[in-house]
């Protein structure tokens, strides 16, 4: 069983090594600094990079793009950041909503435990302890993967006069043909281009 799980460990870090990266770009009121666009008005500062997930669950990154975001409260009285606020915006125009992190734990579950059922070799008696023992330890991995996804994602609501808050925002998977992209937030957007096309201009 252990054998069997080797190979799709394989195929998560091939694939999360060949993920497209986009960076930011500094246009009218968008200011970059490590790799963040930033956004800063009398009301809030909002910041966005497009990092990659590298925790578990590991699949995240075979489905989503994610973004890191900040968003300062300057004003003296409450704000409100909810997950309506946000879109991105592919190349084409079409517009992709943000996901909640509920649908993430109901897309991966299933995908987690799956392997826990089926024996590599169907002629072989399974091993009472090893099963349970195996079984607990991807029921462990997968408490730590909805701990990170608690820890780590943005919390959307209310953020107090003078704080921030910081996370991750998950959106459906860019297709790898578009060069550029733009997330939105309210009435602002940052737009972002594929690292690759970026130097190619660069070179030219």
Known sequence: ????????????????ACTIKYVPVQTEG???TDDFGVKRTKAFTFAAANEYWNKEPQELTNYFTTF????QNRKREEMQAEITDFGLIDQNGNQLDAITQDYIENLLVPRQIEYLLINENEEELIDTEEFFNEQK????????????????????GKILPGA??????????LESQNAECELRYNNMGIK???LD???KQAKE
């Open 30 to 32: 968008i200011t970059v």
């Open 164 to 173: 921030k808050k910081s996370g991750f925002i998950f959106f459906p998977k």
């Open 68 to 71: 890191y975001i900040t968003i």
């Open 192 to 194: 972002f281009i594929r």
């Open 137 to 156: 330890q991807v029921m462990e991995q997968w408490r730590t993967a909805q701990n990170n996804l608690i820890t780590y994602s943005f919390h959307f």
């Open 1 to 16: 069983m252990k054998r069997s799980i080797f190979p799709l460990l394989l195929l998560v870090l091939i694939f999360s």
């Open 197 to 199: 096309e970026k130097k």
